[in-house]
């Protein structure tokens, strides 16, 4: 018997059928993460972000006593309504409302923060994400605003409010939604 360093073919063809299985695994996880990524810009994008997006500004808008933008671009509203931080649900208690842009991970997110006012606990602080490749929020007064605002200063809630929301370069228009308090 001669003992021999080489590989047979059968251990040759044994480990290349191996290595094109493990191929054709890695390469179908990878299809499958591409596929779910697209699903999931695609449901952050157009008409069926604007609907959910309109809807929550309006509420907090809607119920906001004042409001402030800070020199990052932050927009702060202190409203008499909030989430409960349980069941996502609306309820009437004071709280601090924070829209903001920030990046988690490699994307930038518009993030909706609250601070509810005189709780403790789990439920005083919730953060949600509401809408990836946001590139900046903007919050102009119209009507009895009482001046320019200046960045971090407390304003009383003007009558009407335009929220312009810019998204990164992508090609997607910025969404303008106009809010009135009558």
Sequence with gaps: MRSSKALTLIELMATLAIAGALTAAALSVAANLARVEAAEQRR???PS???PLRAMLGEDILHAKRY?????????????????????????????VTYEVR????????LRGQQRLGAAGENARTNELLCPGVESIALAAEGDSGGAVTAGQWKAMPSAV???????GDGRPPMCFRFRNE
């Design 44 to 46: 952050y994008e157009g």
């Design 49 to 51: 972000l604007a609907g």
């Design 68 to 96: 402030r933008v800070s020199e990052a671009g932050a927009v702060q509203l202190e409203t008499f309504c909030s989430l409960d931080g349980e069941t996502m649900a609306r309820e009437h208690s004071p709280a601090t």
């Design 103 to 110: 990046q988690i991970g490699r994307r930038l997110w518009l």
């Design 162 to 168: 335009t929220v312009t929301v810019t998204f990164v």
